[in-house]
């Protein structure tokens, strides 16, 4: 079975640019969690999304966007790079919501902003 | 506010012997807890769970242990092989019912090196 697929693998952008971020869950799963990890630190949750809705948000500015599409898969969208958007950014797959404590990660994107 | 801690942040272990990994935590709401494992350029893989209502949860060479009374928990390996060098994160889930309910809260991670 393939995993929680990310793309691209790896990104550069400049300040003040967009940013896309894709993500394919675990086949049969129907929710997606968003995380930023900076280095030396724990991820830190940005979204959940259950059926397409979003159910949980973490302390990020609303520069930070996404969405769920009907195959689940789910996009992350950043708005005006700032330096410190520099990060690794995972997606999460869980089976259903009332489960979602069991999570399951992508290999992430690794996102540099010069 | 760090909700989850883990205070160590290297542990060196001799390959056969017990790695105990730790997690602190001072929210009473948190209903699982969970370790994951990071290898570099790698996403954390999920390793083993435990929920509030339990104090053990084994699994092969690992076993969580929860103090809720003393809000810490604690993932044991054994025997530890040198491929579990790694960090190792402990994250904790708030109780269903309000907004982020899928939300995991993360430690800071410890990097466990296995000497062979």
């Known amino acids: 079975d393939a995993g929680v697929t990310q793309s691209p693998t790896h990104l550069i952008k400049t300040r003040g640019q967009h940013v896309t971020l894709r993500c394919s869950p675990i086949?049969?799963?129907?929710?997606v969690s968003w995380y930023q990890q900076v280095l030396g630190q724990g991820p830190q949750f940005i979204f959940q999304?259950?059926?397409?809705?979003?159910?949980g948000r973490g302390n990020f500015p609303d520069r930070f966007s996404a969405r769920q599409f009907p195959n689940y898969s789910s996009e992350l969208n950043v708005n005006a790079l700032l330096l410190g958007d520099s990060a690794l950014y995972l997606c999460a797959s869980s089976l259903r919501g009332d489960r979602s404590y069991e999570q399951y990660f992508g290999p992430g994107t690794r996102l540099t902003v010069t | 506010d760090q909700q989850v801690k883990q205070n160590s942040p290297s542990l060196s272990v001799q390959e056969g012997r017990i790695s105990i990994l730790n997690c602190d935590y001072t929210?009473?709401?948190?209903?699982?807890f969970l370790w994951y494992k990071k290898y570099p350029a790698e996403g954390p893989t999920f390793l083993i769970s435990?929920?509030?209502?339990?104090d053990k949860n084994e699994d092969g060479r690992f076993t969580v242990f929860l103090n809720k009374s003393a809000k810490h928990l604690s993932l044991h390996i054994v025997p530890s092989q040198p491929g579990d060098s790694a960090v190792y994160f402990c994250?904790?889930?708030?109780?269903?019912?309000?907004?982020?309910?899928?939300?995991?809260?993360f430690g800071q991670g410890t990097i466990l090196t296995v000497h062979p």
């Open positions: 929210n009473s709401m948190f209903d699982y």
């Open positions: 086949s049969g799963h129907k929710s």
């Open positions: 999304y259950y059926e397409k809705e979003e159910r």
């Open positions: 994250a904790a889930r708030k109780s269903a019912g309000g907004t982020s309910y899928g939300k995991l809260t």
């Open positions: 435990i929920s509030s209502i339990k």
